[in-house]
C-alpha cells in the first residue's frame, strides 16, 4: 500500500476512535468534508499545521500517525 494511503487509513481510524465525523474534522480545519476526506483516501498529503493539530485532536503521535510499516 503506498505511503499517503496508509496514513489516511491512519487518519481514518484515529478519527473513528474519536468517535468524530469527516465534517466535525473538516470544521475544526476549516474546509469542506470533501477538502478532508481526499486526505482519508491519500489523494492530498497535509502540511505540518494540519499535522499539529490532528494529532492534538485525535490524542495520537506524529510516530503513530505516520506507523506505516
Known amino acids: 500500500m503506498e505511503t499517503s494511503k496508509k496514513i489516511g487509513q491512519n487518519l481514518k481510524e484515529a ?5 468524530l465525523t469527516q465534517k466535525e474534522v473538516a470544521f475544526i480545519l476549516c ?12 489523494v492530498f498529503e497535509l502540511n505540518y499545521n ?6 492534538s485532536l485525535y490524542d495520537i ?8 510499516e
Not at 15 to 19: F, I, Q, S
Not at 50 to 55: D, K, M, Y
Not at 61 to 68: A, D, G, I, S, Y
Open 50 to 55: 494540519q499535522i499539529l493539530t490532528l494529532c
Open 15 to 19: 478519527r473513528k476512535d474519536k468517535g
Open 61 to 68: 503521535t506524529p510516530n503513530e500517525l505516520f506507523n506505516v
Open 31 to 42: 474546509m469542506t468534508q470533501q477538502q478532508y476526506s481526499r486526505f482519508e483516501n491519500g
